[in-house]
């Protein structure tokens, strides 16, 4: 569903033959994906894929735009990134590029500011896995994160950005804020847990990412 740009071999991806073929309404895509009650039970969650239309029964009002910064990912700028209200949070800080992706479920961005972001935040990191976790008796006292877009604010709550699954037998508390690609300033990612609060529309026709609040996260 990416940019013809990124195709194997330069061959047509299928949405932009349905779009030729006059099989869609409109050049529009959208994604519902509702929030499972853990890690671990993935199967109590699902999504829903609409092609040619957005679905206004999964969303709150009505979908703010943000124009695509680069024809190869869902890239768009992304101004900051807040805890609490406050912008220093320690990532984006002068604004930075962000990719929405759905063949992610986590947050990922530059190490650096993973690190710091999410020392913000009480965060530890498991040095076994490379990953950041919380206590989960913790969990409920967290800030609200917000990712400043398009001059809106995207609040997340606790729960929006912590992911709980069992490891041998006990309950772990996984921040939903991890390292990205290795390379040199990668943008952000933002994946599922960002798309199952926010309704998310891709727009081919327009060049642009349209979100609202979901409506089961009201």
């Known amino acids: 569903m990416a940019y013809p740009s990124l195709s194997v071999q330069n061959v047509t991806p299928v949405f932009y033959n349905m779009i030729s073929e006059g099989v869609v309404q409109k050049p529009v895509f959208g994604f519902y994906f509702k929030k499972p009650k853990s890690f671990d039970a993935l ?7 609409m092609l040619g239309a957005s679905d206004p029964s999964h969303f ?63 965060a530890k990191m498991n040095q076994f896995f490379n990953m950041y976790f919380f206590l989960c008796s913790q969990v409920e006292a967290l800030p609200t994160v917000s990712l400043t877009i398009g001059g809106k604010d995207y609040p997340l709550r606790p729960w929006d950005y912590v992911v709980a699954l069992t490891f041998r037998g006990q309950e772990v508390c996984l921040s939903g804020f991890q390292y990205g690609s290795p390379v040199k300033n990668p943008p952000w990612l933002l994946g599922i847990m960002f798309m199952t609060v926010y309704y998310t529309e891709f727009d081919v026709g327009n060049n642009r990412v349209g979100f609202a609040m979901a409506t089961d996260h009201k």
């Open 60 to 122: 709150i009002g009505h979908l703010s735009y943000v124009p695509v910064d680069n024809k190869t990912y869902w890239q768009i700028k992304m101004d900051g990134i807040k805890i609490g209200g406050h912008s220093q949070s320690g990532a984006c800080l002068e604004g930075c590029q962000a990719v929405v992706d759905t063949g992610d479920w986590v947050f990922t961005g530059p190490t650096a500011e993973i690190d710091r972001l999410n020392l913000q935040l009480g």
């Open 43 to 49: 199967e109590s969650g699902y999504g829903e894929l």
